[in-house]
């Protein structure tokens, strides 16, 4: 069936360093996807997103690039920090209006400083 | 402002048993919506309310499951009888609730309900 799924479970990387995070999806019809950032004991927080009318945004050390072609989603975090250790999680939202979030697996992200 | 807040935080129940999560969203948020992340997987859907009413039910597992939102508020998710496989962490989030198909209102998310079923 269709689902958003990512690539990579785990990514380590040094501090300081650049963060991408891949995610994949399969339902063409989805207009709108979000990553979320989900710390230890924490629910799921919202970091950026993203309509399938573009393909680049960006946030404070965040960019998610969206690639229609190829169905595809990546979120690169910048000068990353101990702080952004935690897991990562795309989402989409396959209609537009307050509708239920459909999330790939996550990626677990670890920050060696 | 307080954000969405659940109780309990942690539960341990055996196979069998009834456990009642409780979901508080944000003080005025229409849309208040149920999720689940079963271990090694991904979290996914299982409910939404808008106000009182369900809107859309279709991620609920089976009738083990009894969501309600009376007075359109809080929220609680009862689970009876619970069986092994319901072990997860629950999360709930809530939006304020905009006009649909022009305007998406971001979740968001409680700290989650970790349930362990033995």
């Known amino acids: 069936g269709e689902n958003v799924g990512l690539h990579l479970p785990t990514l380590s990387v040094q501090e300081g360093d650049n963060s991408i995070i891949n995610c994949a999806y399969s339902?063409?019809?989805?207009?709108?996807f979000i990553w979320y950032k989900q710390e230890s004991g924490k629910g799921p927080q919202f970091i950026i997103d993203i309509r399938s009318n573009m393909d680049k945004r960006q946030g404070q050390r965040v960019t998610v690039l969206l690639n229609k072609t190829v169905k595809h989603l990546s979120l690169q975090i910048a000068a990353t920090q101990p702080g952004d250790s935690a897991v990562y999680f795309c989402?989409?939202?396959?209609?537009?209006?307050?509708?239920?979030?459909?999330f790939g697996k996550g990626t677990r992200l670890s920050v060696i400083a | 402002e307080a954000g969405v807040t659940q109780f309990p935080s942690h539960s341990v129940i055996e196979k069998g048993q009834t456990v009642t999560l409780r979901c508080d969203p944000i003080s005025g948020h229409d849309n208040l919506y149920w999720y689940r992340r079963v271990m090694g997987k991904e979290i996914k859907f299982l409910l939404h309310?808008?106000?009182?009413?369900?809107?859309?039910e279709s991620g609920m597992p089976n009738n083990r499951f009894l969501a309600e939102r009376t007075g359109g508020t809080y929220s609680t998710l009862k689970v009876q009888p619970a069986e092994l496989e319901d072990s997860g962490v629950y999360f709930c989030?809530?939006?304020?609730?905009?006009?649909?198909?022009?305007?998406?209102?971001?979740?968001?998310f409680g700290p989650g309900t970790r349930l362990t079923v033995l």
């Open positions: 989030a809530s939006s304020p609730g905009g006009e649909w198909g022009t305007f998406w209102d971001e979740q968001f």
């Open positions: 309310f808008v106000k009182e009413s369900k809107q859309d």
């Open positions: 989402a989409e939202n396959r209609d537009s209006g307050n509708t239920p979030l459909v």
């Open positions: 339902n063409s019809a989805s207009d709108y």
